[in-house]
Each structure stands twice: as structure tokens, then as C-alpha cells.
């Protein structure tokens, strides 16, 4: 457990330290067993239920904790920290239930919000198109009205946990009656809804959580599907994938203090010439470097957290974009120099570090590549004119 004295609350500080030691509890090698044996981590997944992490940023009236992407964000860094982070956390109470819990009808909040606390339900979010990528205004997946329903149609690439969820929410475009442009809207799809069918994408990274490519051959959906305001589509959105980014940050800060973790001790206890290696600069400098780049990140992180908790939406985008590329840069470099700190032994599955070689590429590449972010950054921070 690492905490941020002077900055981080007392409360947090101890959510920090109780899931540090559930995650303890768990630890790498059950989740990569999880993960050769095809299967899902049930058990570590229905222990955080039974804590109340899984809906700690839930609201309290529909059984969360009361708390914040700050709070969640701990939860998923902690585990992380131990070996054994949980990927639906990012989907489906960050973007999914914080979706619902702002936009939601009072009848999609009864309806989901208690299961997405306790753990009982989970639903997965379809947002990339194969044709789309990064570029969220190229999104081909339209829903059409048909009497008092929709019919939706398109494809979906790279959503996690299809398999496992009730629901997808899904976001589609439909037209504006007034002018004929497309908007961004959100749908609650069940996975056993007709026409509705996935396929698992062959991928090299071994995870619990398999990615799906989705088909929506004109999903018949009732008009109760729409999450929030049909003209409010942007705004929804971006409340669902500020978290995102909050949580991939935890998630890549987690993974980084995991192999970090992993190199000190190997470095403090391996002797091949007269001192431990971890005595050679060589070795003990990029080692302190990747600690500090990872306390960095999280600082940003927090912030992000924070703005995004207090209702700055705006603000919130920047430091969300800025701690999700700061994360992803630190746990890469992390992860590549605890590998090469162990030599050999990083490549071992005894160690368990090579595997996570190809897991830290995916901080940098999802949900938002670090190119893009830097694209936000020099336009939306900076000024800079667009060159597309």
C-alpha cells in the first residue's frame, strides 16, 4: 500500500489500506490462473461486492457507497497494486453506472444501479467501431425510430466483458428532426435481445476479460432504452469516459507499483558480485525514476478525480486525458525496467512479470491513444491550431 500523506484523507487512506489487503488476499498468480483456466474471478469479484468497493461511487439511495471516481479509482489501483486487478471495474460501475446514476430515468436507477453496486449485475460499454477508432464522430451505429421503439444497428470492436454482462450500453447516433445531423445517444441493450450477437476477438494478451466484436442487425429496443435526454448525447457521453480514463489511469498506476514492487525486492535480495544489485546505480536509479513518474501520475490522477467528483466537467477532461497519458507512460517504463532489473527471470512465468510487458501497451493504446491525448492537449490546452 502506498498512500499520499497531507494530500489524501484519512478515509481514504484507510478504504486504501483494507483493499490493499484484499487484494493481498488474491494476488497475481490467482488471476493469471483465473486467466490460463478461461474463466472469470468470481470469487475476488463477490469478495469486493460483499466490502461495498465494487459501488462505492455509486449513490447511497441505490445501495452504493456515496463516494466518487476517486474512491473507485483507489479500489482499482489497490488491486492492482497486489496482482489481481478487476478491467469490468472500469466499465461497468465508472462508465455505466455513472451514466445512469447522472442521466438515468428513475426506473433505469431502480432497475440497475442496486446491481451494479452489489455485484449481482454488470454491463459492458460498446463505444469503438472498426471503421471509427479514436474518432468518436465517425461512429456509424444508428438507431431509428420505429413507432414507439428504436431499431439500432451497426458494429462494435474491443468490448470487454460482453460475455459476462446483463446489458450493454451501446453508444449509437440518431438524427436531429430539425437539421439531419447525427447525435451522439445511449442505449441499454440486453445481451440476449434479438440480433444482437458477438464474437470474441482473438487477442494476444491473456486476460480474464475477453474483447468482442458486436453486430446490431436492427435491435428492437423499447423507447425506455435511451438513456437521459435524446438531445443530451455529448454531454452523456463525456460523463461516461472522463472515468474511463480516471480508472485506466488507476489501473496502469496499479499494474506499474506492481512490477515496480516486484524489481525493488528482487534488487534488495539478488547478489551476483560482492552487494545486491539493487546497490549499483545502474540499477537503483531507473528503478527510483519509474517510483517517482508513478507518484506523478497519481497526483494527476487525483486531481482528476477530484474535478470530476466536484461536478467540473470541463476540467475535469483535461486532467483526465492528462493522468490517463502520464499513467500509461510510467507503468510502461515501470513495467520494462522491473523486467529487465530480473533479467532473464522477468521473462519467467515464475515471476509472473513478462506477461505484463504486453498487459502496460494497453494503458497507452485504450481507451484513448496517447497521440490523441497529446492532440487534446496542444488544441484544447494550448491553443495550437488542428491538422485534421
Not at 451514466?99 to 452489489?118: H, M, N, S, Y
Not at 446490431?216 to 425506455?224: F, G, S
Not at 523486467?339 to 527471470?345: F, K, P, Q, Y
Request: charged share 25%.
Amino acid at each position: 500500500m502506498s498512500t499520499t500523506p497531507g494530500i489524501e484523507s484519512e478515509e481514504h487512506a484507510a478504504l486504501r489500506a483494507a483493499v490493499a489487503a484484499l487484494g493481498r488476499r488474491y494476488g497475481r498468480e490467482y488471476l493469471a490462473r483465473t486467466a490460463r483456466e478461461g474463466r472469470h474471478p468470481d470469487e475476488l469479484w463477490a469478495d469486493a461486492a460483499k466490502l461495498g468497493y465494487l459501488g462505492v461511487n455509486l449513490p447511497e439511495e441505490y445501495g452504493g457507497g456515496g463516494g466518487g471516481i476517486a474512491e473507485l479509482a483507489i479500489v482499482l489501483e489497490e488491486l492492482g497494486a497486489a496482482g489481481s486487478p478487476l478491467l469490468m471495474l472500469v466499465v461497468s460501475p465508472a462508465i455505466c453506472g455513472t451514466v445512469i446514476a447522472r442521466f438515468g430515468t428513475e426506473e433505469q436507477k431502480r432497475a440497475w444501479l442496486p446491481g451494479l453496486a452489489d455485484g449481482s449485475r454488470t454491463m459492458a460499454f460498446g463505444i469503438t467501431e472498426p471503421d471509427a477508432g479514436s474518432n468518436s464522430h465517425r461512429i456509424t451505429t444508428t438507431a431509428r425510430r420505429d413507432g414507439d421503439d428504436w431499431l439500432l444497428s451497426g458494429r462494435k470492436v474491443f468490448v470487454s466483458g460482453v460475455d459476462i454482462a446483463d446489458a450493454t450500453l451501446i453508444v449509437g447516433r440518431t438524427e436531429d428532426a430539425r437539421t439531419g445531423a447525427l447525435k451522439p445517444c445511449l442505449f441499454i441493450v440486453p445481451r440476449d435481445a434479438p440480433g444482437f450477437t458477438r464474437s470474441v476477438i482473438d487477442m494476444e494478451i491473456q486476460a480474464a476479460e475477453k474483447q468482442f466484436e458486436l453486430v446490431l442487425d436492427d435491435v428492437r429496443l423499447p423507447a425506455d432504452a435511451l438513456v437521459g435526454e435524446e438531445d443530451a448525447g455529448l454531454l452523456q457521453l463525456f460523463a461516461g469516459l472522463n472515468p474511463e480514463r480516471i480508472m485506466t489511469a488507476a489501473f496502469a498506476i496499479g499494474m506499474g507499483r506492481y512490477a515496480l514492487g516486484r524489481a525493488v525486492d528482487y534488487a534488495r535480495t539478488r547478489q551476483v558480485w560482492k552487494e545486491p544489485i539493487g546497490a549499483h546505480q545502474a540499477v537503483a536509479h531507473p528503478l527510483a525514476q519509474a517510483h517517482i513518474e508513478l507518484e506523478l501520475a497519481r497526483l494527476m490522477m487525483a486531481k482528476a478525480a477530484h474535478l470530476y467528483d466536484s461536478g467540473d466537467d470541463m476540467g475535469a477532461g483535461e486532467a483526465a486525458n492528462m493522468a490517463k497519458y502520464a499513467a500509461g507512460e510510467a507503468c510502461a517504463r515501470a513495467v520494462d525496467q522491473a523486467v529487465h532489473t530480473l533479467g532473464g527471470n522477468g521473462l519467467t512465468r515464475e515471476y509472473g512479470l513478462g506477461a505484463l510487458v504486453t498487459a502496460a501497451r494497453v494503458a497507452r493504446i485504450a481507451p484513448v491513444s496517447r497521440e490523441m491525448i497529446l492532440n487534446f492537449v496542444s488544441h484544447q490546452t494550448l491553443g495550437l491550431p488542428k491538422s485534421y
